[in-house]
């Protein structure tokens, strides 16, 4: 299951030095970082929270009177697929107004700079908003996801959805104020599959409480943290599955490992590096250009 919080990581043991804060960290993580050529970079709500993306998750993540976990479920798009999709065209709505703050930059920024260099970042996301893909990543997996793909209920296509509003009967709908009533749009105005003219319900194509990762995607992640010699963990709070596990097990192997957050996670002392703060101040000089890198 992506998406259940998990008991605390007891299972993974491995020997390394104490995790390293203080004055020093920057420049030991900087000499570990201009000699590594094959960087992961793990990202999660943190890192979008500072775009102003709402996380739906912890104290005060309500849409409406619910929380993520009570909308996003096959059972729950059974039972009301009306309101469902109000809560995911709010979403999509509210991230056509987003735009990638500095820690998306950096990364991206980061990854086209050592790829000249024959080096190579693989950024794996749990987000689903695609402003990875906006702010320029191109090696990137979106393990759960993505708010603007949509998949069919009935022929199972797949496709790129960038509508506003994704349906006409959706206009002006999702308000998130817990007063709103819900739309109890008909099934067949909601949003329908056209492909080969199918005519099929579509649902968000993304990860759902409750299901599997697609298998390829999660494949290619556990490729690249498998060969990577860093690992970034970025905004994520280390409690979602099996994300939450990517990192530790790639500390446990011997590999430094840098957290970006602004608190300590469940994981953060498996971890040789951790960077306290908004990622977007954190990030940004960490990756940038080193003085000894190459033109």
Known sequence: KPSLQMPKLACLTSARP??????NVEETF??????????????????SAESGVPTFRGAGGYWRKWQSQDLATPTAFAHNPSRVWEFYHY?????????????????AECEERLGKQ????TVITQNIDELHRRAGSKN????????????????????ANYKSPICAALEGRGAPDPETHDAQIPVEQLPRCEHRGCN?????????????????????AEKALDSCDLCLVVGTSSVVYPAAMFAPQVAARGVPVAEFNMENTPATERFKFHFHGPCGTTLPPALARHESEPN
Request: aromatic share 4%.
């Open 30 to 47: 900087r000499e570990i970082f201009s000699k590594s050529n094959n960087i992961a970079i793990i990202t999660g709500a943190g890192v």
């Open 140 to 159: 990137l997996l979106e393990i759960h996801g993505s708010l603007f793909k949509t998949r069919c209920m009935m022929c199972g296509h797949e496709e």
């Open 118 to 121: 024959g080096r190579k970042v």
């Open 18 to 23: 104490p995790i390293q804060r203080g004055n």
């Open 91 to 107: 979403r999509r709505e509210v991230m056509l107004t987003k735009n990638p703050n500095p820690a998306h930059l950096a990364i």
């Open 200 to 220: 099929g319900l579509l649902r968000p194509a993304v990860v759902w409480f409750g299901e599997t990762l697609d298998s390829d995607i999660l494949t290619h």
